[in-house]
């Protein structure tokens, strides 16, 4: 693959080639790795954009893509160009995923200022596929202003998507907890703003209820550095009726602003980077164990443990000292 030409064309905002290379990232390929590593050096060093990375996570039925859809469309007639990564679910069974959210986002998809590029989670955890990183950095280089990050919504443990995103938004729908619910530890220390949606029609009165609850809720949690006074805080949407949208962006703005000023905004960059360079480094330590020799050592370690010949722990240690004598 010509890598040379694939970053200019992404570079000079090729829908097409941007597309191209997403899908080369993701490939779990090894001769593709490579070629992807080199992508993604070549666009920054092309094209040392910072867009705003806004992670979007809540639970299925929340109305993330409606959300989204409304949000998106509200950005685009500001005159930004919006690009969002779905992740969407995949199967534990044949490992397929439906990839429907473009469908669900028709009005968005069919706007020249916004890209939607649906993705499989796969095996990773955390609501994002793995490669949802260097996607993003391949948007940033294509000249999009702002990032959606849509997780699968799988609960409490969805934090993953925090570590590649400027603003970490919490979708909520009415009656979806009480106070007691907003202290649970998790997803909730991670949220910068939290967005009860579907604040509309009979459902009104009871969004602004769990508005409340959770306000009361973040007052409770411990003050964190990279937040002025007044957040993380809690507000009512409505993406059906696309009330709310407005306030809501501009209080992400104004977080953002603050934390470009105070300094916060890159060194939190700077800590999610670092933490990545350690998540690909076990990810390859782990793809050692996926050779064939390891398989081999794998199925007579395990073979001892299951008949009672060594516990689990010395079983793992030999592994391990013979991985590291490769």
């Not at 590029?117 to 990183?133: D, F, I, N």
């Not at 690909?280 to 050592?297: I, M, N």
């Not at 794998?298 to 240690?317: I, K």
Request: hydrophobic share 40%; net charge neutral; with cysteine.
């Amino acid at each position: 693959m010509d890598i040379q030409g694939l970053s200019d064309k992404v570079v000079a905002q090729d829908r097409r080639a941007l597309a191209r290379a997403i899908t080369l990232v993701e490939s779990s390929r090894e001769d593709h790795r490579a070629q992807a590593a080199a992508l993604v050096e070549e666009i920054r060093r092309k094209a040392p954009y910072q867009a705003v990375r806004i992670g979007l996570s809540g639970t299925p039925g929340v109305g993330k893509s409606t959300f989204i859809e409304s949000f998106g469309t509200l950005l685009t007639e500001q005159g930004l160009r919006v690009a969002v990564l779905a992740v969407d679910p995949s199967s534990a069974r044949s490992g397929g995923s439906i990839l429907g959210d473009k469908t669900r986002m028709e009005r968005l998809s069919r706007n020249p200022n916004a890209f939607i590029r649906p993705s499989p989670s796969q095996t990773h955890l955390g609501g994002v596929a793995r490669r949802t990183r260097e996607a993003v950095a391949l948007c940033e280089g294509a000249g999009f202003d702002v990032i959606l990050i849509e997780t699968v919504g799988v609960g409490q443990s969805e934090t993953v998507v925090a570590e590649m995103s400027d603003l970490f938004i919490l979708l909520l729908a009415p009656a979806g907890g009480d106070e007691l619910q907003g202290v649970k530890r998790g997803i909730m220390e991670m949220a910068d703003i939290i967005l009860v949606n579907k604040a509309d029609g009979d459902l009104k009165a009871t969004a602004t209820r769990t508005c409340a609850d959770y306000s009361g809720a973040l007052r409770l949690l411990r003050k964190r550095p990279q937040d002025p006074d007044g957040f993380p805080k809690a507000m009512t949407v409505s993406a059906l009726e696309e009330d709310g949208l407005t306030k809501a962006w501009e209080e992400m703005c104004a977080l953002t602003d603050w934390r470009r000023e105070n300094g916060h905004f890159e060194g939190r960059r700077a800590a999610q980077s670092r933490f990545w360079f350690e998540e690909e480094v076990k990810q390859v330590l782990l793809a050692q164990l996926q050779s064939p020799t390891a398989r081999a050592a794998m199925d007579q370690l395990g073979m001892d443990v299951a008949n009672g010949a060594a516990s689990p722990t010395a079983a793992a240690q030999r592994m391990l000292q013979n991985l590291s004598k490769r």
